[in-house]
C-alpha cells in the first residue's frame, strides 16, 4: 500500500516495529524514519495505521513516543485496521478529545494480492468532508471507495459484514469440494464448473490462494473478525447463526484446542 502510494507521486514517510521492513520499503522510494513521532511530525495531513487490532493502535496512537506525542496538529489519523465498531468509535471520540487530529476509518478487503496490485476496496467513515479530501489516497491504493456515514465503527461493521460472508462462504466451498472428494472427482474440474456457474464467488476464484492460508496470518486475522462480528450480534440482539458455524468450522480447521467449559 505505501508503495502504491509512493508509485502515485506521494511523498510517503514509514514507520515499521519490523526492521526488516525497511530495506524493502526503502527500496520502493519510502522514506523511513526511527519512531512514531517522527511520522507525526514530518507527515503534512494524515497518517495511516495500519496494524492488526485496537491495542496496537491505541499503541500506535497513544503510547510512548507514540504519534500524539509529537503535539502536531490539524492532521488525521486514517486507521485501516479491522476493529470492533464501538471500540473503534471509541477510538476517534478519545483522539478528538485528547488532540487537535482528527479521526477517520477505512477499512480495507482484497488481502495482500490486492494490496500489491492496488485494487483494494476501502470501506470509509467519519466526517464526510476529510473523507473526501483524502479520495487520491484511497483511489492510489484501491479501485473501490465506499462511504458509510459520519461515525468512524461504520466502516468497521461494513468490512465484518464482508469478512462474515467470506467465512461463511470459505465453509461452503471447503465442503463442497469435500463432498466431491469423496467420489473422487478432480478438485480442479469442480472450482472450473462453479466459476461458470451459480456456485461462483470470490472465494472459488481464488481458491488456489485461499486454501492455502494459514492459521499464523489470514486465518488468525478472519477468525478475529468472525468473533467481533459475533459479539457485535450478541450485544445488539442480531442473530448470527451462520457466522457462528462459520467461526467454530474454521477454528476447528485451524487445529486450535478448545476452552475448557467453566
Known sequence: MAANLKKSGFDVIGYDAYKGAYEKARAAGITMVDTLKEVAKQADEAIISMVRDYAQNVDVIFGNDGLLSSDTKGKTIIVMSTLDPDLMNELGNKV???????????????????????????MTSGSKDIVKSFQPYF????SNTFYYGENPGNSQVA?????????????????????????????????????????????????????????????????KDLKAAYGEGIKHNVTLPFNALASIELFNSMGKEKPDAK
Open 96 to 122: 478528538e478529545a485528547e488532540s487537535d487530529l482528527s479521526l477517520i476509518s477505512a477499512a480495507v478487503s482484497g488481502g495482500a494480492s490486492g494490496a500489491q496490485a492496488g485494487t483494494l476496496s476501502i
Open 139 to 142: 483511489d492510489a491504493i484501491g
Open 159 to 223: 468490512k465484518l459484514v464482508n469478512n462474515m460472508i467470506l467465512g461463511i462462504t470459505m465453509n461452503g466451498v471447503a465442503e463442497g469440494l469435500k463432498f466431491g472428494k469423496h467420489y473422487n472427482l478432480p478438485e480442479q474440474e469442480i472450482l472450473n464448473l462453479l466459476k461458470v456457474s451459480t456456485g461462483d464467488s470470490w472465494v472459488v476464484r481464488n481458491w488456489s490462494d485461499v486454501s492455502d492460508w494459514t492459521a499464523e496470518t489470514a486465518l488468525a486475522v478472519l477468525l
